[in-house]
């Protein structure tokens, strides 16, 4: 069993940058890959940026290829993601999951485990 507790979001202005971590209780936590996924009002949620369990692999969407950046610490069964020019379309709840299983994977089906979420706004 894993738990995840998601901080560090709030508000920023476009073009600002916000660094979400997410805390993991659990045994298997480096043999899990993890996973940040995003939900906007309305839409479907969706993948942002996802590790393989030592942290050597990343996948990011498209849509933040290049602003946000993936890391884990496994010694402090820790998941972070930095985002860096935000974007109005960046504003959703942020989630962090993880799978069992070692490989990152873009696809939310295959994550097991989800924390409660945080909410990240990009506003004037």
């Known amino acids: 069993q894993v738990h995840l507790v998601e901080s560090g979001g709030g508000m920023a202005q476009p073009g600002g940058s916000l660094r979400l971590s997410c805390a993991a209780s659990?045994?298997?936590?480096?043999?899990?890959?993890m996973g940040w996924f995003r939900q906007a009002p309305g839409k479907d949620r969706e993948f942002v940026a996802s590790?393989?369990?030592?942290?050597?692999?990343?996948l990011y969407a498209e849509s933040v290829k290049g602003r946000f950046t993936i890391t884990r610490d496994n010694a402090k069964n820790t998941l972070n993601l930095q985002m860096n020019s935000l974007k109005y379309e960046d504003t959703a709840v942020y989630y962090c999951?993880?799978?069992?299983?070692?490989?990152?994977?873009?696809?939310?089906?295959?994550?097991?485990?989800w924390g409660q979420g945080t909410q990240v706004t990009v506003s004037q």
């Open positions: 659990g045994p298997t936590f480096a043999r899990n890959a």
């Open positions: 590790n393989n369990w030592s942290g050597s692999t990343t």
């Open positions: 999951a993880a799978k069992i299983g070692m490989v990152a994977t873009s696809d939310r089906f295959e994550y097991e485990y």
